[in-house]
Nanobody, 123 residues
Framework: QVQLVESGGGLVQPGGSLRLSCAASGRIFSINDMGWYRQAPGKQRDLVAT???????NYADSVKGRFTISRDNAKNTVSLQMNSLKPEDTAVYYC?????????????????WGQGTQVTVSS
């Protein structure tokens, strides 16, 4: 099996910073794209940022210049450095990984999600 475990959420004042981390573990053969998504109450889950295995990044317009995504391929981890946080960044943040893993009988390629971590930006 495969697990994605997030950490680093919390409460921060506007203008502050937080760093989210996500570690993938299990019978992983390879990871393609990794990313972060967020979902505010009553809204759909939206892309925040993604990063390919080669390091190519993609950001939502609303976070460009404030958030930075990075990954460590050797450790199967992805991080999101969030600076200049705004109240509208408040949401549950989810880690995502599109990966190939060994089931015990064959390789399978699937989309995995973490359990989510709450980020609240408020004074």
């Amino acid at each position: 099996q495969v697990q994605l475990v997030e950490s680093g959420g919390g409460l921060v004042q506007p203008g502050g910073s937080l760093r989210l981390s996500c570690a993938a573990s299990g019978r992983i053969f390879s990871i393609n794209d990794m990313g972060w998504y967020r979902q505010a109450p009553g809204k759909q889950r939206d892309l925040v940022a993604t990063i390919s295995s080669g390091g190519r990044t993609n950001y939502a317009d609303s976070v460009k210049g404030r958030f930075t995504i990075s990954r460590d391929n050797a450790k199967n981890t992805v991080s999101l450095q969030m600076n200049s946080l705004k109240p509208e960044d408040t949401a549950v943040y989810y880690c995502n990984a599109y990966l190939k893993w060994w089931t015990g009988s064959y390789y399978s390629t699937d989309d995995y999600w973490g359990q989510g971590t709450q980020v609240t930006v408020s004074s």
